[in-house]
């Protein structure tokens, strides 16, 4: 039999809380190399349908985490024409198979996996490189903007929030995160106010030229770069990354290729694994250190992620069994 766990069903499973130990187990899996995460290909479908172009781009992002009962793949489909459509522009679903038999075990509705596990990304890296109480800026208005300020909230003592987004998203980002926050939360007009006096500033855009001015950020900050990965899409101008004492990356050598870092010349060898910062072999130096975090998302969290909703779903009862 094969659980089938809607949108719904995952909701019903996931806890920021118990999500983030998930996470940060997994980073310090893939820190050791005690994983496998083969490289995720990508093609353009859709070609023939409406004309000769492609009309988006699939992907298959497979990784196991060595002992765990199953390994995932999650399937991948990126339209930019489905906001015409009223529909989400990325989709995703994850497959979960049983390692020791191969038998399938799980399909899963993968949407907010994948952004649940990112926004777990911006909370750790917050809660072991930030100061509390934390005043958090957000650049973005959308889905991750959301979850990377609940998920800082899980992680840290969050005292403030201020979104900055050039559309008018921002007052709605900034009201739907007021009523569900304990801190308050605002929406404001410019880059400078969303980042100044900020602990913690998270860029969640999809952005082709950087979002804020490396002028802007304080002494001390945390910038967390959750949007660009690709060579062509970029949110740090140099000013940031020049003015960082140390760049952690999530995925060192797929981060050095993203627009933030090789647009200034900054290479694999000199990124810090964010998994060292978990082992305590790296982090914060001083008070006064801006620190960068660059993420591009690994399939190994993705694993991770869906074993556990999915081991919550067998708990609870949670789903539907098929047969295949």
Same mark, same amino acid.
Request: net charge negative; aromatic share 4%; glycine share 8%.
């Given at each position: 039999?094969?659980?089938?766990?809607?949108?719904?069903?995952?909701?019903?499973?996931?806890?920021?809380?118990?999500?983030?130990?998930?996470?940060?187990?997994?980073?310090?899996?893939?820190?050791?190399?005690?994983?496998?995460?083969?490289?995720?290909?990508?093609?353009?479908?859709?070609?023939?349908?409406?004309?000769?172009?492609?009309?988006?781009?699939?992907?298959?992002?497979?990784?196991?985490?060595?002992?765990?009962?199953?390994?995932?793949?999650?399937?991948?489909?990126?339209?930019?024409?489905?906001?015409?459509?009223?529909?989400?522009?990325?989709?995703?679903?994850?497959?979960?198979?049983?390692?020791?038999?191969?038998?399938?075990?799980?399909?899963?509705?993968?949407?907010?996996? *994948?952004? /649940? $596990?990112?926004?777990?990304?911006?909370?750790? &890296? +917050?809660?072991? %490189? @930030?100061?509390?109480? #934390?005043?958090?800026?957000?650049?973005?208005?959308? *889905?991750? /903007? $959301?979850?990377?300020?609940?998920?800082?909230? &899980? +992680?840290?003592? %969050? @005292?403030?929030?201020? #979104?900055?987004?050039?559309?008018?998203?921002?007052?709605?980002? /900034?009201?739907?995160?007021?009523?569900?926050?304990? &801190?308050?939360?605002?929406?404001?007009?410019?880059?400078?106010?969303?980042?100044?006096?900020?602990?913690?500033?998270?860029?969640?855009?999809?952005?082709?030229?950087?979002?804020?001015?490396?002028?802007?950020?304080?002494?001390?900050?945390?910038?967390?770069?959750?949007?660009?990965?690709?060579?062509?899409?970029?949110?740090?101008?140099?000013?940031?990354?020049?003015?960082?004492?140390?760049?952690?990356?999530?995925?060192?050598?797929?981060?050095?290729?993203?627009?933030?870092?090789?647009?200034?010349?900054?290479?694999?060898?000199?990124?810090?694994?964010?998994?060292?910062?978990?082992?305590?072999?790296?982090?914060?130096?001083?008070?006064?250190?801006?620190?960068?975090?660059?993420?591009?998302?690994?399939?190994?969290?993705?694993?991770?992620?869906?074993?556990?909703?999915?081991?919550?779903?067998?708990?609870?009862?949670?789903?539907?069994?098929?047969?295949?």
């Amino acid at each position: 039999m094969v659980r089938i766990l809607s949108d719904a069903d995952v909701a019903a499973c996931l806890d920021v809380d118990e999500l983030l130990p998930v996470v940060r187990s997994a980073f310090v899996s893939q820190g050791r190399g005690e994983v496998e995460r083969p490289d995720r290909p990508h093609f353009p479908v859709g070609a023939g349908i409406a004309g000769d172009e492609p009309l988006g781009t699939g992907l298959a992002m497979p990784a196991y985490v060595h002992g765990a009962d199953h390994y995932a793949t999650k399937l991948v489909g990126v339209h930019e024409g489905n906001a015409a459509r009223g529909l989400p522009t990325v989709n995703a679903q994850v497959v979960l198979t049983d390692a020791e038999t191969g038998q399938p075990a799980a399909f899963l509705a993968g949407n907010r996996i *994948t952004n /649940a $596990r990112t926004g777990c990304i911006g909370g750790l &890296a +917050a809660a072991e %490189l @930030a100061d509390a109480p #934390v005043t958090l800026g957000v650049i973005g208005a959308g *889905t991750q /903007a $959301r979850w990377q300020a609940r998920c800082i909230a &899980a +992680a840290t003592d %969050l @005292a403030a929030v201020r #979104v900055y987004s050039p559309s008018d998203s921002k007052q709605a980002c /900034a009201e739907d995160l007021d009523a569900e926050l304990q &801190a308050p939360v605002k929406a404001v007009e410019t880059p400078r106010e969303a980042v100044a006096g900020a602990a913690v500033v998270v860029t969640a855009t999809t952005s082709t030229t950087p979002v804020l001015d490396g002028e802007d950020v304080d002494d001390g900050t945390l910038v967390v770069a959750i949007g660009a990965y690709t060579p062509e899409m970029r949110e740090l101008d140099a000013t940031t990354v020049e003015r960082a004492a140390r760049v952690f990356a999530d995925v060192p050598d797929e981060a050095a290729d993203v627009g933030d870092l090789r647009e200034v010349g900054v290479a694999e060898a000199d990124l810090v694994p964010l998994s060292a910062v978990f082992e305590e072999h790296a982090g914060r130096e001083s008070d006064y250190e801006i620190l960068v975090v660059e993420s591009v998302g690994s399939a190994v969290l993705d694993a991770a992620a869906s074993e556990h909703v999915f081991e919550r779903a067998r708990a609870t009862g949670t789903g539907t069994d098929v047969s295949l």
